[in-house]
């Protein structure tokens, strides 16, 4: 997608550890216009005929699921990270790492809101090595849903989530793919 | 907002702790539907022409912030609960205590995306105590912007985070006042 890889290349900061720092549009302060075009360029890439629910992880997952969700006219849920006493029994659990924070987190989601006739896709706003995305689909699969695919704005490629659901087969698309993050800036796959 | 409470009335839970459970459509699944119906209840009660930026707290405010923001076409800035190292210097900080996790939390915003020349309007799906939109509010304060004002879909009118920004008159909104949840279902107060 022209747009987003324009907006990386211009406001993106790399900072130290390969860190892409895109929080002016995308994870911190929200342009929604950009989102609105995200989602649009979504819909090319997936059937959203076969789509019931769309699916992410707190946090910064909301933002851009929601837009697209509300574009589309789908529910969206998301998972949380498991520190609430507001949510009880009846959960889906995935246990993922977290390389932000450095500890394990358990992602969770109520039974009630993930049923086994939901025709799920995945979105999230960020990947790298696609430790959310394998707790997503960890609960869709507990869950008997269907997974239609997963949908990701920009993909780190030099850290493997990505290509680990292309070699699933799982139905993936990113629009954003950075090869490389370094003092010299930031280049793209070119096939995304 | 007659419809807002009653999907509460019809789907809320009230848990041990006056507890009201709603994330069956506002903060775990997302109900896109009503959260249009919210953003376009908002759009009655602020003057959206005096705003030029929303402001709400992460996690789950971020999805009916970002609903509002893109049906109003403004950008949206998601205060973040420090932990992360991905974000360096030049912070907003304010220090709350989150009963729902019931520790401390220190609550940033970077300096880039809340300017002394925004005109903010601070949303969130549901008030308490008013903690995270105290901390919100003080972020604002530090930036040297104008709040314009506070929208909050639910307000637990019984535990005063409400009544103290109606006291220091903000210009403050809740489209729906719980007064009591208990064994005998949830009441609202008239006014909302």
């Given at each position: 997608m022209q747009e987003l890889k324009e907006r990386i290349r211009r406001e993106g900061k790399v900072l130290p550890g390969n860190i892409v720092k895109?929080?002016?549009?995308?994870?911190?302060?929200?342009d929604c216009k950009l989102m609105e075009h995200i989602a649009d360029t979504f819909a090319e890439r997936f059937d959203?005929?076969?789509?019931?629910l769309i699916l992410t992880a707190e946090a910064s997952g909301i933002a851009l699921a929601a837009i697209c969700a509300c574009r589309w006219g789908l529910p969206m849920v998301f998972a949380k990270k498991a520190k609430s006493d507001n949510i009880e029994g009846g959960l889906y659990q995935s246990d993922i790492y977290s390389y932000t924070y450095k500890k394990k987190v358990t992602l969770i989601a109520s039974k009630d809101w993930i049923r086994p006739e939901n025709h799920v896709l995945i979105l999230d706003d960020f990947m790298a090595r696609g430790e959310a995305v394998r707790g997503l689909c960890e609960m869709v699969e507990q869950s008997g849903a269907e997974l239609v695919g997963v949908g990701i704005a920009v993909e780190k490629g030099f850290q493997g989530g990505g290509d680990r659901l292309r070699a699933m087969n799982v139905n993936y698309h990113a629009l954003a793919v950075i090869e490389t993050a370094g003092e010299n800036g930031i280049t793209f796959r070119d096939d995304a």
């Open positions: 895109v929080d002016g549009f995308l994870n911190h302060r929200i959203l005929s076969k789509v019931d």
